[in-house]
Each structure stands twice: as structure tokens, then as C-alpha cells.
């Protein structure tokens, strides 16, 4: 049986997940490793999906739309599976803490009591569901929405088809990126080409969460005039 070592060491980057999935391209890998990139172990997963594509197809020798569907489910099973886990370790071990620290003297110095920290978790299960899937399309938040989820008690429904759609779409996104790549580039140019348009992804992430966010303070301050008026 072949050896395999899974590249979890301090400083491994890109090259060293494309490189272990063009060692061990499969649907099992792709969502475990899309399970621990979406956990506690970031890293990306452009790395991912579209390497996972190009090698499965390069396998078969021929282009193969049902196996770019298998791969696109697998990742985002993986990718929920991995949301999970960061959803319970903060509604087991963050409430706890917070709650604790909201009703400490500490906490009441900073200003932090418990029914603000309810009030913090009403308003996230009012727009965590949008927040939870626009979560899933920005690089570097991907992981983190899960935490507040947690924390917040999300109705786990809700958190799962959100979460879900989220990794959904960004996983066809990068299943279309591996696609072109299995058509247009060598395996020699793989890596440097899957970095450039990880930059533009990561742009266009940046974007999109800058777009959200100018929405959010639209609404907060188109709601205060409204509220102002009704006054």
C-alpha cells in the first residue's frame, strides 16, 4: 500500500497540496481535504479543486462532466463537514467563554454585559444566513463564519443550507477554473498559473466583501432615517 503524508508541517503552502493531490487524486481526498481547510487548518483551496479536476480528467484522458459534478459534491460535503466542526467548538467551548467574560468584572469594564452579547447574537441569527453564504465566496472568511454561527446559536438548518449554497458556488467556480486549466495549460505551468488566478480570486473576494459591507451601512442608515421619520 502506498505511503502518503498528508503536508500539515508549519510552512507548507500551494504547491505542496497541488503536489499531494496529483499524488493522491481522489474524491476521498478532495473532501478531506476540503473538510480541513474548511476546520482549524487553513489553506487554500484553489489548491484544491481545480488541481483535483485537472489530474482526475488528466487520468481519464478525456474531458468528463460527470466527474467534475462528483468533485464539485464531494468538496462541498468536505466543506460542510469542515464547518461543522468550527460551528460546535464555539457553541461547546466559545459560549462558555464568552458568556463568562460578559458577566465578569473584566467584562463589565470593557463595557461587555451579557445582554449585549445577546443582542450581538439575535442580530447574527437575523442576517447570518446571508452573511454565512457570502462568507463561504471570500478567501480567509470562508473558515472564520462559522465561529460567530456558533457562537450565536444559528438555527443549524439555516447554517447547513447557507453554508451549503456558499461552497456550492465557490466549488463550481474553481471546478470551471480546473476545467480551463485542464484544457489550456501544461502540468509544468500548473502551479504558477493556479497562483495568479488565486490572486484574482482573493481580488475579487476583497471586492465582494467591500460591496456587502457598503450595503450593510446603506440599510443601517436608510433604517435610521425611516425610524427618525416615523418619530
Known amino acids: 500500500m502506498e505511503e502518503f503524508v498528508l503536508p500539515l508541517s508549519i510552512g507548507f503552502d500551494a504547491l505542496d497540496i497541488i ?3 496529483d499524488a493522491h487524486a481522489s474524491y476521498i481526498f478532495v473532501f478531506l481535504l476540503m473538510a480541513v481547510e474548511s476546520s482549524f487548518i487553513p ?7 481545480p488541481p483535483a479536476v485537472y489530474f482526475m480528467l488528466g487520468a481519464i484522458g478525456t474531458f468528463n462532466f460527470g ?3 462528483l468533485i464539485v459534491i464531494v468538496a462541498t460535503a468536505g466543506a460542510l463537514v469542515g464547518a461543522l466542526v468550527n460551528y460546535y467548538l464555539s457553541l461547546w467551548l466559545g459560549r462558555p467563554i464568552v458568556y463568562g467574560f460578559a458577566n465578569s468584572r ?8 451579557e445582554e449585549k452579547v445577546k443582542k450581538s447574537e439575535a442580530y447574527f441569527d437575523k442576517h447570518g444566513p446571508i452573511a454565512t453564504f457570502i462568507g463561504r465566496l471570500i478567501p480567509a472568511i470562508r473558515q472564520l463564519i462559522s465561529i460567530p454561527a ?3 446559536r444559528m438555527n443549524i438548518v439555516k447554517f447547513c443550507t447557507f453554508t451549503s449554497l456558499g461552497a456550492f458556488v465557490w466549488n463550481c467556480i474553481l471546478a470551471g477554473l480546473g476545467v480551463w486549466l485542464y484544457h489550456a495549460v501544461d502540468k509544468a505551468d500548473l502551479y504558477a498559473t493556479v497562483e495568479k488566478y ?8 476583497i471586492c465582494l466583501l467591500g460591496a456587502c459591507i457598503l450595503y450593510m451601512i446603506y440599510k443601517a442608515v436608510s433604517t435610521k432615517k425611516k425610524s427618525a421619520k416615523v418619530e
Open 150 to 152: 456558533g457562537l450565536s
Open 43 to 49: 489553506f487554500p483551496s484553489e489548491a484544491v479543486v
Open 106 to 113: 473584566v467584562g463589565h469594564f470593557f463595557l461587555v454585559t
Open 67 to 69: 466527474v467534475v459534478v
Open 198 to 205: 488565486n490572486g484574482y480570486l482573493t481580488i475579487g473576494g
Open 19 to 21: 503536489n499531494f493531490v
